[in-house]
Each structure stands twice: as C-alpha cells, then as structure tokens.
C-alpha cells in the first residue's frame, strides 16, 4: 500500500489533475473504515473523491486516486483532519465506499430538497385546489354534453379551440421564420479547459453499454479535465458488470445509485450531482453518439455567452432514420422540434423546454437551483423553466448527438405517453401561480411557453376527438352534421387547421433536407398519419396523470440494425486490440 505524509500548503494553486497517475491493482479488498467520515465531511469527501481509511498511529490515512485530491480535501477541511497520510485506491472504489457512508443523506437529498425548498416548483406536491376543481369540472361537462348532444357539443369544442390553434400557429410561424435564416452558429475557440464532469444515466443497458463507452472515450477534450459517471442502479446486475468490465482500464468511472422511490432518471443524476468535480456538468443517455468535439463546442459555447446564459443545449437527430417509416418520422419531427422550434426559442431569447440529454450546465446554477426534479418524467423541460424563471438562460448551440429511433409502434406509444405525461405535469407546476409566473417571465415568454407546453399534449389530445367527431358524423347521418358544418365560424376553423398544419410540415420539409438530404425530406407528409397516433399516447399519458405520475415508461434501447452493427463493430474492435 503506497502511502505518503501529507500537510495542507499555503499556496492555494493546485495543478487540477497533479500527481495523477495509475494506481496500481489492489490485492486486498477496499474497506475502509466509514466510521472515520464524519457527516459534516460528506460534502468535500464526495465533491473530490476521498474517502478516509484508516487511523494509524494517531495519523488519519486518507484514500484517494491522485494526491492532488487528498491535498484539496485536507486544504477544505482545513485543521479538522491533523497528521495526514495517503494511499491511492482506485476512484471506483472510493465511490462506492462513498456510497455506502452517506447512501442516506445522498438519498434525501435527491429525493427531498425541491421538494422541501420549493414546494411549488415540485410535482410531489399537491396541486392548489382551484386547478383541480376546474380540469374536473371541465372533464365532467364535457363528458356530460357528449352524451346529451354529441355533434353539437363536438362543433362547440373545435370553435373553442380556435384561439388555441391561431396562438399556436402564429408562435409556430415566429419561431420558424427566426430559425429558416441561415445563419451558422459559428462556436469561438475555446480558450480555456475547466473540468467536465459527465452523468450518464442507464439502466437495463447492458447491450448498449459498448457502444456508449466507445463514444465517451472518443471526445477530443483532455482526459485530464474529463469525469465521467455512468449512473448505475443496484438491482441492475447485469448492467453494473458489464459496465465496470468496460471501464477498468479506462477514465470513466462507475456510481451504484442507492435504492429508492421514485425510480427515476432525475433521481440518479441528483445522487452523482455531489460526486461532480467539474465547473460544468453534461448529460447523455445510454444510446447516444455525440460529435467528438461536443464537449469542446459546449464550453467554447458557455465561455463566449453573456453571463445570464448557464445552459448549452446540442441539437438531437438520429443514425437510424432509415429502419422503417415510423423511424423516418420520428427523425423528421426531432429535426422539425430541435433545428427548427428550440432553435427558434434560442434566437428569440425565450424559456427553452430542454431536450433531455447533450445538456450542458454550469454547475454552481444547477445546485443554487435545486437541481432536478425527481417527481417529473419530463424532468428537462421542466429544469429549462426554472431556469428562465431564476433570471438564467439556455441557449441551442451547433452539434449533434445521434442517438437510436424507436422502430416499433408500441415501443413509441410508451415512451411518447411518458413525454405527453411529463408537459402536462410541468405546465400544472409552473401554472400554479400565474401572476408570479408572468412577473418572473414576462408576458410575452410566459405566453410562449404556455403554448408550446399545451401544443405538447393538446395537439395530441385534440387527435381522439378529430377521429370522435368522423364517427360521429357518421353515425348522425346526413341531417344533423351538415347543419353543425354550416357553422359561421367552421371555415375559420378549417383555415386554421389546414394552415397550421401545412406549415408544420413545409418546416418538416425544409429541415429533414437540411439534416437528411432530398429523399428524407420529401416524406414530410408522412408526419400527418404519424400524428394521429399521438392520441393513443395522449390518453394513455391522461390516465396515468392521476394513477402513475411518477411511472417511467422504460425504451428499450438497442434493439435496431443500425445500433447492433455499431455495437458489432466496437466489441470486434476490442477483440482485435
């Protein structure tokens, strides 16, 4: 065991990643003494991967995997440690040590503090009594006059709609005029090399494990200021072997994520928030591929913005848009949704509702902010308006992450009812206190946001009753729809519809060219019938609102042609290496 006497220096300029060098491999087991981490030590302890050992001699040893972290740690706790010693162990060991000592304040923490801090800003508290008196009064009248007058009460319905669909059209239109100028988001040089830290969040991942660590150790960002977590669950045998298999030998690191309710994404990456080291943290999911210089561009990004801006999201697409027609659709609406429309919220400086990986934040925002919370399933979009409504802004900045398209109908209704779920959650939170919410936004953003979170389930919503009114139709014969149809305000409607719609799909068009070429964009009018099976997913979301909130609908991942070749090719790789 190496070992070496350690005092606090006065010169507080530490080289970040001095005396970083291979530990070597440990004979015995790693078990330190927890009793020797006291509770008001948990902070520094994880922030910097050290975790006490042993107490020799009256001389406290002190476990870390460079001595640059025993030095930060000992200079933290300034004169509470004493005579000091050092032994290297391996940062997956400490981790886990680290895990085990403070499982529950980490947990709490994770689970609680929005919660406790901000109860208004959290989905596990309850909503304020007059939202929910007027969606159940409007449900029961609703259902109460379709039974007593179906055609009328369903030609009432779209005439009401109208201010919805002309909002939502004319906030369509601004954003995509704002985004179809064709003005590159050239990235500075980035000029200096702060530490990312990186939380990738998996489980049930085993397969796509392979590619992911090929694709996080392909940055072109110094290994030195890289730390990077693949967040871990307990109960995750599988995919927890698999993943310290493939990262042995490497600079990523591997965090076991205590049990607990909810079982959440959120939830995970709020326990690793304590163990991030860097100045700014990132988020992937198990089945991306990010560009090479991501990371790069990200901090050359944050670096070059005014100092309101402390979020950097990439653009998202797919590398399988040619599976089948539903994964070209799904490419199509990611091209429509973040080339077009967030990109468009960036350039007009409004609240942005996050995509939920290839995010990047400054760290000291996200702890003053909360953090994440674990209640909501849509847990980015919900982070990008509190950050708005804390004065802060994100901004979409040029690269891509490529990740896996859903191939399969039910596979897609699961994880879009967990979206439409999770915008109908955050419009209830941050509708709770409209007059605050319109003094922290402003009107016009708060305008803008509350379209774009109703367009996220209304405009899915609105799909059943479009397919209740044809049978309806119908079933009413000729006599009665007619005279419905020959409503003064019907044409308007129509108008409306067919307008926002054909630029929906003129964007559509002009973005999967930019992103796919000629071939994929002229299936834009595909996105119509793909539509339609939204409602299915809305429904679904509907009933899960009040039954399952906290439910996540899990995608399987994996599982296309294009993502088991790249799997394929990484293993065939190490097995020539």
């Known amino acids: 065991?190496?070992?070496?006497?350690?005092?606090?220096?006065?010169?507080?300029?530490?080289?970040?990643?001095?005396?970083?060098?291979?530990?070597?491999?440990?004979?015995?087991?790693?078990?330190?003494?927890?009793?020797?981490?006291?509770?008001?030590?948990?902070?520094?302890?994880?922030?910097?991967?050290?975790?006490?050992y042993a107490r020799r001699n009256g001389v406290l040893v002190l476990a870390a995997s460079t001595y640059a972290d025993a030095l930060r740690v000992v200079k933290a706790?300034?004169?509470?440690?004493?005579?000091?010693?050092?032994?290297?162990?391996?940062?997956?060991?400490?981790?886990?040590?680290?895990?085990?000592?403070?499982?529950?304040?980490?947990?709490?923490?994770?689970?609680?503090?929005?919660?406790?801090?901000?109860p208004d800003m959290s989905v596990a508290?309850?909503?304020?009594?007059?939202?929910?008196?007027?969606?159940?009064?409007?449900?029961?009248?609703?259902?109460?006059?379709?039974?007593m007058a179906p055609v009328t009460t369903l030609a009432t319905l779209w005439i009401v709609f109208v201010p919805y669909l002309l909002?939502?059209?004319?906030?369509?239109?601004?954003l995509i005029v704002r985004a179809s100028r064709r003005r590159e988001d050239q990235t500075?040089?980035?000029?200096?090399?702060?530490?990312?830290?990186?939380?990738?969040?998996?489980?049930?991942?085993?397969d796509s494990l392979p590619a992911l660590v090929d694709a996080l150790t392909a940055f072109d960002y110094p290994v030195r200021a890289?730390?990077?977590?693949?967040?871990?669950e307990e109960d995750d045998a599988e995919t927890v072997a698999e993943a310290r298999r493939l990262t042995a030998r490497s600079h990523i690191d591997c965090l076991v994520v205590p049990p607990s309710a909810p079982r959440t994404k959120p939830k995970s990456m709020n326990v690793a928030l304590p163990f991030a080291r860097g100045e700014i943290v990132g988020i992937f999911d198990a089945e991306d591929a990010p560009a090479p210089d991501q990371v790069s561009k990200a901090v050359a990004t944050l670096e070059a913005a005014e100092p309101d801006v402390v979020c950097a999201q990439a653009r998202l697409s797919y590398y399988n848009p040619q599976d089948n027609l539903l994964t070209r659709c799904v490419a199509m609406e990611y091209a429509l949704w973040f080339d077009m429309l967030l990109t468009g919220m960036s350039r007009t400086r409004w609240p942005i509702p996050l995509g939920g990986t290839s995010l990047y934040f400054r760290t000291d925002a996200l702890r003053t902010l909360g953090a994440w919370d674990p209640y909501n399933v849509t847990e980015d979009a919900d982070l990008g308006l509190r950050l708005a409504r804390a004065g802060k802004r994100a901004v979409v900045f040029d690269s891509t992450t490529l990740e896996e398209a859903t191939g399969s109908v039910p596979a897609w209704i699961r994880q879009r009812s967990r979206w439409i779920k999770g915008f109908m959650l955050t419009w209830a939170v941050h509708m709770r206190a409209p007059r605050r919410l319109a003094q922290e936004l402003g009107i016009m953003p708060m305008v803008a946001i509350n379209i774009l979170l109703?367009?996220?389930?209304?405009?899915?919503?609105?799909?059943?009753?479009?397919?209740?009114?044809?049978?309806?139709?119908?079933?009413?014969?000729?006599?009665?729809?007619?005279?419905?149809?020959?409503?003064?305000?019907?044409?308007?409607?129509?108008?409306?519809?067919?307008?926002g719609q054909a630029m929906l799909i003129g964007a559509a068009f002009v973005a999967g060219r930019r992103r796919f070429g000629w071939r994929m964009a002229l299936g834009a009018p595909l996105l119509l019938p793909y539509w339609m099976m939204g409602g299915v997913a809305a429904l679904r979301a509907l009933w899960q609102v009040p039954t399952r909130p906290q439910f996540w609908e899990k995608t399987v991942h994996c599982v296309s042609p294009v993502a088991k070749a790249r799997r394929a090719t990484v293993l065939g790789q190490a097995g020539d290496d």
Request: net charge positive; with cysteine; proline share 9%.
């Open 226 to 232: 890289l730390d990077i977590k693949i967040l871990l």
């Open 77 to 118: 706790l300034r004169n509470r440690t004493g005579p000091v010693s050092v032994t290297l162990a391996s940062r997956s060991d400490i981790l886990d040590a680290l895990v085990r000592r403070y499982a529950a304040p980490l947990t709490r923490q994770a689970t609680d503090a929005l919660r406790d801090d901000a």
């Open 188 to 206: 500075p040089p980035r000029r200096t090399t702060p530490v990312v830290s990186i939380l990738v969040p998996v489980y049930r991942e085993a």
């Open 1 to 52: 065991m190496r070992g070496a006497i350690l005092r606090a220096s006065s010169d507080d300029t530490v080289p970040l990643f001095s005396d970083a060098r291979a530990v070597p491999p440990r004979v015995t087991p790693f078990e330190p003494d927890l009793a020797l981490s006291p509770d008001d030590w948990q902070t520094i302890l994880c922030r910097h991967t050290v975790i006490p």
């Open 167 to 174: 909002a939502t059209t004319a906030l369509r239109a601004i």
């Open 125 to 147: 508290t309850g909503f304020p009594s007059w939202m929910k008196f007027v969606l159940l009064a409007t449900l029961l009248a609703f259902v109460s006059c379709l039974a």
């Open 454 to 499: 109703l367009d996220g389930f209304l405009s899915f919503l609105l799909q059943p009753v479009l397919v209740l009114s044809g049978i309806v139709a119908l079933a009413a014969g000729m006599a009665a729809w007619p005279a419905a149809l020959d409503h003064p305000a019907t044409g308007g409607v129509a108008a409306v519809l067919l307008a």
